[in-house]
């Protein structure tokens, strides 16, 4: 079946420090991905929908000056938290549906086994 | 607005049959799926539905209404793996994901 893969799984770093994510569709091409941050015991929160070669769709709530999202290619996005503080510490988890073609519809997202954030 | 209903959690007992029900009013339909989430682990794929009726798919199995903006997911001889948060999503007329909360589902011996 499809595969995303996302890396990396865990980061510890300290406050003020920018933190880039990556997530590759390694068998389909993603025509869109999805970014979403869960909490201990809370739902999935979608951030933002990228779709390759434009600018991002952030939900409302989110900055999009500190959650850089970049979708250069069909198989890979990037997510960067800017200056990540204590706050922003949540487990990060993108998807990827192929929304190209016929019976996109049925295509179900598939997500990465997300990375888990930790700032001191 | 959107909105999609689901328990917060259920419990039931190993070897039982539990049902996880979803309702959901969208702008739009183009599909239900349920995904299972294991705690520190990030959702996998269960199950789509577009037309009304049963899919099986071993133990589990998923029905749609469209017409009643309904549907559940029906789990068969449960194990204790399957301890797990269960989310229901709707793609809407513009082919946005909108999620359920998620079903915690308890499983006890």
């Known amino acids: 079946g499809a595969v995303v893969s996302q890396h990396p799984s865990w980061v510890i770093c300290k406050s003020g420090t920018s933190v880039k994510i990556e997530c590759r569709s390694l068998?389909?091409?993603?025509?869109?991905m999805f970014w979403y941050r869960q909490f201990p015991k809370q739902s999935l929160m979608l951030m933002a929908t990228?779709?390759?070669?434009?600018?991002?769709?952030?939900e409302q709530g989110v900055e999009k000056d500190k959650f850089l999202i970049n979708h250069a290619s069909l198989t890979l996005s990037t997510l960067t938290v800017t200056s990540a503080h204590p706050e922003d510490s949540s487990f990060y988890i993108c998807?990827?549906?192929?929304?190209?073609?016929?019976?996109?519809?049925?295509?179900?997202?598939?997500f990465g086994d997300g990375t888990r954030l930790s700032i001191l | 607005g959107q909105n999609i209903d689901q328990p917060t959690e259920m419990t039931a007992t190993e070897g039982a049959i539990v049902q996880i029900n979803c309702t959901y009013q969208t702008s739009g339909f183009n599909g239900l799926f349920w995904y299972q989430q294991h705690a520190g682990e990030a959702p996998t794929f269960l199950s789509y539905n577009v037309l009304d009726g049963l899919e099986e798919k071993g133990r589990f199995s998923s029905f749609l209404s469209r017409s009643k903006g309904y549907s559940y997911l029906l789990l068969k001889e449960l194990q204790m793996k399957d301890s797990a948060s269960y989310l229901c999503a709707v793609t809407d007329s513009n082919y946005q994901l909108i999620w359920g909360a998620g079903t915690k589902l308890i499983i006890k011996p």
């Open positions: 998807s990827a549906r192929d929304l190209s073609g016929e019976g996109r519809e049925s295509q179900p997202q598939h």
């Open positions: 068998d389909f091409q993603a025509t869109t």
């Open positions: 990228s779709n390759e070669g434009s600018k991002a769709t952030y």
